[in-house]
C-alpha cells in the first residue's frame, strides 16, 4: 500500500484546511484508514478514522465536532476537513492504513504516507 498525504500549510487560528491522502497498492487487507498526529516532543497520537468498507467514522475526543474525515471511493482518497484549527493542533498529520480493529491505537497502523506539516498561529 502507497499512501500520499497533502494538503498542509499555516494557518491562523480559527481557520481551516484540508487534507488529502490518496491511496494505491494492494488495499484489500486494510479495514481501517486514519489520520494521525504527531507534534514535536510528543507521541504520535490518533486523530481520526473511517472504514475501509463505510461505515461509523471515529475520532479523538480532542478534535470532536472540529474535524471531519471522509472518503471518495471513485478516486481512493480520503479527505480530513479541519475546521475551527487551534495552535495545539500542529503538528506533522499522517495517513496510515490498519488491518486491526484498535484504530485508535497508532501502533496498530501498518502503512504510512510521509507525512503532512500543519502549523496553526495563534
Known amino acids: 500500500v502507497q499512501l500520499q498525504a497533502s494538503g498542509g500549510g499555516l494557518v491562523q487560528a480559527g481557520g481551516s484546511l484540508r487534507l488529502s491522502c490518496a491511496a494505491s497498492g494492494r488495499t484489500f487487507s486494510t479495514l481501517f484508514v486514519g489520520w494521525l498526529r504527531q507534534a514535536p516532543g510528543k507521541e504520535r497520537e490518533f486523530v481520526a478514522a473511517?472504514?475501509?468498507?463505510?461505515?461509523?467514522?471515529s475520532y479523538a475526543d480532542s478534535v470532536k465536532g472540529r474535524f471531519a474525515i471522509s472518503r471518495d471511493n471513485a478516486k481512493n482518497t480520503v479527505y480530513l476537513q479541519m475546521n475551527s484549527l487551534k495552535p495545539e493542533d500542529t503538528a506533522v498529520y499522517y495517513c496510515a492504513t490498519t488491518g486491526s480493529y484498535y484504530y485508535s491505537n497508532a501502533r496498530r497502523y501498518d502503512y504510512w504516507g510521509q507525512g503532512t506539516q500543519v502549523t496553526v498561529s495563534s
Open positions: 473511517i472504514p475501509r468498507s463505510g461505515g461509523t467514522t
